[in-house]
C-alpha cells in the first residue's frame, strides 16, 4: 500500500488487480456451484446480478453462480429476468468527500471536551503551552506614484510615500470623509502626522494644497487589476493564507489544540475609530518585533521571528493569564493582546461562569429592587442616586458608564456619567401633569440612544414600580445646574458597580424569551414562525439595552430589490387569475407562454467563458483591466438571465390546464407570504444588533432549551460561529432553568 492511501477510507481503496489467463478463465466459468475464494474479497458484498465480469469479457450467468435453491428462495417461483447487458463499463463507486487539512484540524479539536476535562492548578489557566508567536504584514512595497502639491508632483521617500498612501485610500464620499463632522477632525489628525514623517523643512506645509488623486487613481487600478485575478492564482492565494494560519493560528495547550484568534498582527494605517472619535485620522505605526512580549511554557520552544533582523521583545512564562502575546500601540497607548479565538476552552469557561454568577439573580433580584426602592425617597442625596441610578439601569437597561477623557477617546455615556444636556424634560411641550423625559447621548460604540420614556405611563408605575418618584428625582439632580454638569453629582461607577455587577447579564433576556411561549396559540405555529417570534422577543431586548448598528449601502440595496421581487410576485399572480378567469370562460387563445431563455443563457455561458479566458491570458495591466471590464459585463448578461427566468417564472412553455394554474396561484400566494415576512424581519431588524444578545448577554442554554422544546433547528437560531463558540450548551436538556441552581455549578 503506498503512502498516498494512508488517509483514505478502508472502503474506498483500491483491490490489488489479479492477472487471469483465458485458459484459467474457461474452466471457472464451467463451472456449476462458484466457489468463493479467499481472494474475491472484491465481491464479498456485491449482489449476484451485479458481480463484475472475467478480465477475459466472458459473462458469468446468474444460475451458474447461485445455487438452485437460493434462487427460488429469491424468485419465489418467478422467472428471473435476464440481466441487462453491460458495455464493459463498470458503474462508478461515488466517492465520499475528502475533508481538507482545516476541516480535519476542526473535527479534531471538537473531540476536545472541556467541561469533562480536568481543572488546571488553584489559580492557573494552563499548565504547558506552546504556540508560534504572531504573523507580521509585509513590509511596504513602494508604487512609485507622485502626490501633488500646489500643482506640482512631489517626490516622497518610502515611509512619506506610505502614509500618503493611507489617506489616499479613504473614500471621499465615506463616512469619515465625506461626513461634515468627521472630515475635519480626520484631516486635522492625519496631516498632523504627515508632517511630523515628512519633517520640518519639506516642502508640504499646506493641506488645502495637496492632491492625493494621482495616487487614489492608481489604487482604484489596481483593485481592478485584482479582479482579473485567475482560478489557480485564487488558489495560490488562498493556500498561502491556510499556510499562515496552520504555521500560527493554533496553539498547542495542555496537550490539545486550540484555535488562535487574532495570530495577524494589525497593519500600519490610518485610525479611523467608531463615531466622533477624537483620534480619528492619527497613523497607526508599524509593530516590531521588540515590542511584543511573548507568554508561553518554559519547557516549549521558543518560536522564531519572522522578520528578518528583529527579535521578540521579552519572553515570560505565566500561567495565570491567558494571553499568548501582548504589545501596546501608539494611538490610544493601550495593550493589545493575542488570546485564543471565541471557541477556545478558554473563553467557553469564562462564558459559563459568566452566565452562572448572573443566575445568583434569580434569588436575589427582588430583593434588589424592594432595597433601591426604598432608598428612592431616602434623605441622603448619595443613597437617593444611588437608588435612582439602580432604577434606570434595571428599568432602562443602561450601562454604569464612568468619566472619559474626551482628547482621548470618544464621548460615550453611561448612567453614571449622564449630564443635564442629555435630558429634555416634556420634549412634546404638553405641559400639565406630563412626565416624560427625553435621554439622548451616545451610547456604547458611539451608538446614538434616543428615546422619550413616559415614567407616568403604567409599564413604569404599576406594580409599584414607582416611576414618577425617579421623574421627581430627575428633576431635583437636575436642578439648579449647567448643561455640562452631572446629574449623579454624588455618584461614581465605583459606588455603584458595587451594587450592580451583573444585573442585567442574561436576566432580561430570558425573561423576553420564556414570555414568547406564553402567547396564545404557541403550539400551531410553524418553524419558522416561532422563529420570528424568537428574533422578536430578542429584538426588544436589543432595543431596551441599545444594541444597534448602522445600515449599510448593501443591506439598503438589499431591501430594494427584495421589495422590487415582491411586487412582481404579485403581478405574476394577477396575470395567472386573469388566466384562470379566461380558461374557466373556455378561451385559452393568446394566453402568455415563455420566452425562450435558452438563447440568452447560451450567449452569457459564452461572455463567461470568453472573461475567464482573457484571465488566464492576460499578462499586462491593460489586458488584466480588460478581463476585469468583461468579466463584469457576463456577470451583468447572467444576472439579466436570471432576472428574465424569475420574471417569467410564473408561465407555461405551453398553454396550461384550469388546474396547473390554480394549483400555482396557490404557490404563488405561499410565495408573497413567505417573502412579505421576511422583508418585514430584514427591515425590522436592520438597525438592530440581534447577534450582540445572543453573543454576550443571554445564556445559550436558554435558546438551546427553548429549540429543544420547540422543535426547532438549532441552525434558525445559532450560526455555525455560533454553535462552535457554545458548543458546551448544546447537551442542555429541553427542561433546563436559568435559575439559582445554575449559579452552584461555579
Not at 305 to 319: E, F, K, M
Request: hydrophobic letters at 30%; charged letters at 35%; aromatic letters at 6%.
Amino acid at each position: 500500500m503506498s503512502s498516498s492511501d494512508d488517509d483514505v477510507p478502508l472502503g474506498q481503496l483500491k483491490q490489488p488487480t489479479q492477472v487471469v489467463s483465458s485458459s484459467t478463465a474457461k474452466p471457472a466459468a464451467k463451472k456449476k456451484r462458484a466457489i468463493k475464494h479467499e481472494s474475491d474479497s472484491s465481491d464479498d458484498d456485491a449482489p449476484i446480478k451485479k458481480k463484475a465480469k472475467a478480465s477475459n469479457g466472458t459473462k458469468v450467468k446468474p444460475d451458474k453462480v447461485a445455487s438452485s435453491k437460493v434462487k427460488k428462495e429469491k424468485t419465489n417461483g418467478k422467472k428471473t429476468p435476464p440481466a441487462k447487458k453491460s458495455n464493459g463499463a463498470t458503474k462508478p463507486t461515488k466517492k465520499m468527500k475528502q475533508m481538507d487539512k482545516a476541516e480535519k484540524i476542526s473535527h479534531a479539536m471538537q473531540a476536545y471536551l472541556w467541561w469533562n476535562a480536568d481543572n488546571p492548578p488553584h489559580g492557573c489557566q494552563w499548565v504547558k503551552m506552546e504556540h508560534a508567536g504572531v504573523s507580521f504584514p509585509e513590509s511596504y512595497t513602494p508604487h512609485g506614484i507622485k502626490m501633488k502639491y500646489d500643482g506640482g508632483e512631489v517626490d516622497l521617500s518610502p515611509v512619506e510615500e506610505e502614509a500618503a498612501t493611507f489617506f489616499a485610500a479613504m473614500d471621499p464620499d465615506g463616512m469619515h470623509l465625506g461626513n461634515e463632522k468627521t472630515a475635519p477632525i480626520f484631516i486635522k489628525n492625519f496631516f498632523g502626522d504627515f508632517k511630523a514623517i515628512l519633517g520640518k523643512g519639506h516642502v508640504i506645509k499646506d493641506f488645502k494644497k495637496c492632491d492625493f488623486e494621482p495616487i487614489r487613481q492608481h489604487l482604484n487600478e489596481q483593485k481592478i487589476i485584482k479582479k482579473a485575478i485567475t482560478d489557480e492564482e485564487r488558489k495560490l492565494n488562498k493556500d498561502s493564507r491556510n499556510e499562515t494560519m496552520f504555521r500560527f493560528g493554533y496553539a498547542l495547550v495542555d496537550g490539545h489544540l486550540e484555535k488562535v484568534g487574532n495570530y495577524n498582527m494589525e497593519p500600519p494605517g490610518a485610525f479611523r475609530g467608531r463615531g466622533e472619535h477624537p483620534k480619528m485620522g492619527k497613523l497607526k505605526q508599524r509593530v516590531l518585533p521588540e515590542q511584543v512580549m511573548i507568554n508561553l511554557s518554559e519547557c516549549a520552544p521558543v518560536p522564531q521571528c519572522t522578520v528578518p533582523g528583529h527579535a521578540w521583545g521579552d519572553l515570560r512564562h505565566d500561567p495565570t493569564v491567558q494571553w499568548l502575546c501582548q504589545w501596546k500601540e501608539n494611538i490610544n497607548n493601550q495593550v493589545k493582546y493575542m488570546q485564543l479565538a471565541a471557541q477556545s476552552s478558554f473563553k467557553g469557561k469564562s462564558d459559563r461562569s459568566k452566565y452562572n454568577k448572573a443566575a445568583k439573580l434569580c434569588g436575589n433580584i427582588d430583593k434588589i429592587r424592594k432595597d433601591y426602592k426604598k432608598n428612592l425617597k431616602s434623605k441622603s442625596m448619595e443613597s437617593r442616586q444611588v437608588a435612582t441610578a439602580m432604577w434606570v439601569i434595571d428599568r432602562l437597561a443602561l450601562r454604569v458608564g464612568g468619566e472619559k477623557d474626551t482628547d482621548e477617546e470618544a464621548d460615550t455615556v453611561g448612567c453614571c456619567s449622564l449630564r443635564v444636556e442629555h435630558l429634555k424634560f416634556d420634549p412634546n411641550s404638553e405641559g400639565g401633569d406630563n412626565k416624560e423625559i427625553e435621554l439622548e447621548f451616545l451610547g456604547k460604540d458611539s451608538m446614538l440612544f434616543k428615546q422619550t420614556i413616559d415614567f407616568g405611563s403604567a409599564l413604569y408605575t404599576e406594580n409599584n414600580g414607582m416611576g414618577e418618584q425617579v421623574y421627581e428625582n430627575f428633576k431635583l439632580f437636575c436642578k439648579k445646574k449647567k448643561k455640562s454638569d452631572d446629574v449623579f453629582s454624588d455618584l461614581t461607577p465605583t459606588i455603584l458597580n458595587a451594587h450592580l455587577k451583573g444585573i442585567m447579564e442574561g436576566l432580561t433576556a430570558k425573561e423576553e424569551l420564556m414570555n414568547t411561549e406564553k402567547a396564545a396559540g404557541w403550539a400551531r405555529l410553524t418553524a419558522a414562525e416561532k422563529v420570528t417570534e424568537y428574533n422578536n422577543a430578542n429584538r426588544q431586548v436589543a432595543i431596551l439595552c441599545n444594541h444597534q448598528r448602522s445600515v449599510s449601502k448593501a443591506q439598503e440595496t438589499q431591501l430594494e430589490n427584495l421589495g422590487g421581487k415582491l411586487q412582481t410576485l404579485k403581478d405574476q399572480k394577477k396575470v395567472l387569475k386573469k388566466m384562470l378567469k379566461r380558461l374557466n370562460e373556455g378561451n385559452d387563445k393568446g394566453l402568455p407562454v415563455k420566452k425562450n431563455e435558452k438563447d440568452a443563457k447560451e450567449k452569457s455561458d459564452k461572455a463567461l467563458e470568453k472573461a475567464k479566458k482573457m484571465k488566464e491570458k492576460a499578462k499586462t495591466n491593460e489586458e488584466k483591466i480588460a478581463a476585469t471590464e468583461m468579466d463584469e459585463k457576463a456577470k451583468a448578461m447572467r444576472k439579466e438571465v436570471q432576472e428574465m427566468k424569475f420574471n417569467q417564472a410564473h408561465l407555461w412553455e405551453k398553454t396550461p390546464s384550469k388546474d396547473q394554474v390554480s394549483k400555482r396561484i396557490s404557490n404563488w400566494t405561499e410565495k408573497i407570504a413567505k417573502m412579505e415576512l421576511n422583508i418585514k424581519h430584514k427591515d425590522d431588524n436592520k438597525e438592530v444588533a440581534l447577534g450582540t444578545s445572543k453573543l454576550n448577554y443571554m445564556d445559550p442554554r436558554i435558546s438551546v432549551a427553548w429549540c429543544k422544546r420547540n422543535d426547532v433547528p438549532i441552525e434558525k437560531i445559532f450560526s455555525r460561529t455560533m454553535r462552535d463558540k457554545f458548543n458546551w450548551a448544546m447537551a442542555v436538556p429541553t427542561d433546563w432553568q436559568f435559575n439559582e441552581e445554575i449559579a452552584k455549578q461555579g
